[in-house]
């Protein structure tokens, strides 16, 4: 669980007004402009701008990820530490049961409001392009043990496919990760996706098993190589943090529908630590992320919209 929060964080954190100010400042650097193009606002009484040319009056979050949810920003800001600071992150069921730091005797969001706003987080950490690795990049198609869904709820168990690319530094470290559930296995979809991926590494040395489709990598400007399996390590590296991640934050439980998200989780987590990234990197890369994102309805995030 997160410890503590550090006084840089209670100091622009501890607030609903410091909150709001944080956001205006990471939304409005040069000063805030309304839809309609002005740039001449006050503040209400209530926090809201109000356009002297329109009169629209708009909040601090309207129009961001942290839109809609009716809890205080406080609270947001106080998950996405608790997501930042805790090496695995955390399941909905334990966010739900953390307890508000205000009142001991009520938990800080009840599960429904948990599981919504981390997969609202999950929507922001969507991957990118692999970069130059200045060493080789590995790609593979590896299965997935997911569950299955039904209207009525589990139906079971079944095996997803996650195209996974990996960077491999000249050191031998692995220098990032890119994961994506593939929908089929026909080659177009592979070849787009894989596309994607590698759209910043052309020219890079790219490894693949004997067989497994990726032959067409040359073609595309790539230097393809071959190995086993045993030699992917980064891959391989990959693929067993992925699923202790799945048994040790979410028991196994990651659902195929909302598969994609968890990937995004997964490798936000997995590239900041290839980087190094201290807990207050990763909370301003979070924070930057919800401030710039778009909003997502409880509909929206049901049907995995993205």
Same mark, same amino acid.
């Given at each position: 669980?997160?410890?503590?929060?550090?006084?840089?964080?209670?100091?622009?954190?501890?607030?609903?007004?410091?909150?709001?100010?944080?956001?205006?400042?990471?939304?409005?650097?040069?000063?805030?402009?309304? %839809?309609?193009?002005?740039?001449? #606002?006050?503040?209400?009484?209530?926090?809201?701008?109000?356009?002297?040319?329109c009169?629209?009056?708009?909040?601090? @979050?309207?129009?961001?990820?942290?839109?809609? #949810?009716?809890?205080?920003?406080?609270?947001?800001f106080s998950?996405?530490?608790?997501?930042?600071?805790?090496? !695995?992150?955390? !399941?909905?069921?334990?966010?739900?049961?953390?307890?508000?730091?205000?009142?001991?005797?009520?938990?800080?969001?009840?599960?429904?409001?948990?599981?919504?706003?981390? &997969?609202?987080?999950?929507?922001?950490?969507? &991957?990118?392009?692999?970069?130059?690795?200045?060493?080789?990049?590995?790609? !593979?198609?590896?299965?997935?043990?997911?569950?299955?869904?039904?209207?009525f709820?589990?139906?079971g168990?079944?095996?997803?496919?996650?195209?996974?690319?990996?960077?491999?530094?000249?050191? *031998?470290?692995?220098? *990032? =990760?890119?994961l994506?559930? @593939?929908?089929?296995?026909e080659?177009?979809?592979?070849?787009?996706?894989l @596309?994607?991926?590698?759209?910043?590494?052309?020219g890079?040395?790219?490894?693949?098993?004997?067989?497994?489709?990726?032959?067409?990598?040359?073609?595309a400007?790539?230097?393809?190589?071959?190995?086993? @399996?045993?030699?992917?390590? *980064?891959?391989?590296?990959?693929?067993?943090?992925?699923?202790?991640?799945?048994?040790?934050?979410? %028991?196994?439980?990651?659902?195929?529908?909302?598969?994609?998200?968890?990937?995004?989780e997964f =490798?936000?987590?997995?590239?900041?630590?290839?980087?190094?990234?201290? !807990?207050?990197?990763?909370?301003?890369?979070? $924070?930057?992320?919800? $401030?710039?994102?778009?909003?997502?309805?409880?509909?929206? $995030?049901?049907?995995g919209?993205?």
């Amino acid at each position: 669980m997160a410890s503590h929060p550090p006084s840089w964080l209670i100091k622009r954190f501890s607030t609903e007004e410091r909150c709001r100010a944080t956001i205006r400042e990471l939304r409005w650097p040069g000063g805030f402009r309304c %839809w309609c193009g002005s740039d001449r #606002a006050n503040i209400n009484g209530r926090g809201l701008f109000r356009c002297q040319d329109c009169q629209k009056q708009t909040s601090a @979050v309207s129009g961001t990820t942290l839109a809609g #949810a009716r809890i205080p920003l406080v609270t947001w800001f106080s998950i996405l530490w608790v997501m930042s600071e805790t090496h !695995s992150g955390i !399941s909905a069921s334990a966010l739900a049961k953390m307890p508000d730091p205000d009142d001991d005797d009520r938990n800080l969001v009840t599960y429904k409001t948990a599981w919504l706003l981390l &997969q609202k987080i999950r929507g922001v950490m969507q &991957q990118t392009p692999i970069e130059p690795s200045h060493g080789r990049v590995e790609v !593979s198609l590896e299965d997935l043990e997911v569950v299955e869904l039904s209207q009525f709820g589990r139906k079971g168990k079944k095996t997803a496919q996650v195209l996974v690319v990996v960077k491999e530094r000249t050191d *031998g470290s692995t220098g *990032g =990760a890119w994961l994506r559930q @593939v929908p089929d296995l026909e080659p177009e979809s592979l070849r787009g996706s894989l @596309v994607d991926a590698l759209e910043g590494a052309r020219g890079e040395e790219v490894w693949s098993t004997p067989g497994s489709g990726f032959e067409w990598l040359g073609e595309a400007g790539h230097r393809h190589r071959t190995a086993m @399996v045993a030699g992917l390590l *980064g891959v391989n590296r990959v693929m067993e943090e992925l699923r202790a991640w799945q048994v040790r934050t979410h %028991w196994g439980e990651m659902s195929e529908k909302h598969l994609g998200a968890y990937l995004d989780e997964f =490798a936000f987590r997995f590239n900041h630590r290839c980087r190094h990234s201290s !807990s207050k990197e990763i909370f301003e890369d979070l $924070v930057h992320r919800v $401030v710039t994102g778009k909003p997502r309805t409880f509909q929206d $995030v049901i049907r995995g919209k993205a």
